[in-house]
């Protein structure tokens, strides 16, 4: 039993770092951290195209958070 | 496992990282308060597009090609423009990588397909790093 569960972690992690150098190659700017978050979310049935809108809208939030915050310094 | 509330709120904090506080906090904007903000657009997003799929389903001319091209030939499409752009080396690199990307229930996830689309999605979407000099 136990040994069956490590060969799944040992297929996720794998799968992950697949998908990580894929996510690096197509220039997503995903990090591990976001890649493992929208892996979740995916697993719990988001459709991955309403996801990658709310990722573009969050980039969209969190660089104007930071042009303003360049402009006042 | 956390709940798609939770994951969604991870993602905002994520998206946070390498804001400063500290002066954000004098302009009375706090970081919870940037949070909910931050958090409702997330839902925003999410929801138009969800509401965009259910009206594209019923229309006339049918589903569009990309929509029902599997992501790995997606993948594969863009290593062929990558190979006309003369990058052999990403192209040759990204199709090795989708030759290592186990399918099904090898992969140890039950959505590894969804998790492709994605990339696909955001494909060219983050800001290039900084040329050096």
């Known amino acids: 039993m136990a040994s069956a569960a490590n060969a799944n972690m040992n297929a996720v992690r794998e799968t992950m770092d697949v998908l990580l150098e894929i996510s690096r190659l197509l220039n997503t700017g995903l990090d591990m951290e976001s890649l493992s978050i929208c892996v979740r979310l995916c697993e719990q049935g988001i459709n991955p195209e309403a996801l990658s809108s709310v990722i573009k809208e969050l980039r969209k939030a969190s660089d104007s958070l930071k042009t303003s915050e360049n402009c006042t310094n | ?133």
């Open chain 2, 1 to 133: 496992s956390s709940s798609i509330t939770e994951l969604l709120g991870a993602l905002c904090d994520c998206s946070l990282s390498g804001v400063s506080w500290k002066r954000r906090a004098l302009g009375g904007l706090s970081r919870e308060g940037v949070r909910r903000a931050l958090k409702k657009r997330a839902y925003g997003a999410l929801l138009s597009k969800l509401f965009q799929d259910g009206t594209s389903k019923g229309s006339a001319s049918g589903p569009c090609t990309t929509a029902t091209t599997p992501p790995r030939n997606k993948v594969l499409m863009i290593s062929f423009d990558l190979r006309v752009a003369g990058c052999q080396e990403e192209a040759e690199r990204l199709e090795e990588q989708l030759g290592r990307l186990p399918e099904g229930a090898s992969s140890g996830l039950k959505e590894v397909d969804a998790v492709l689309e994605l990339l696909v999605q955001l494909a060219g979407s983050a800001t290039p790093p900084p040329t050096s000099f």
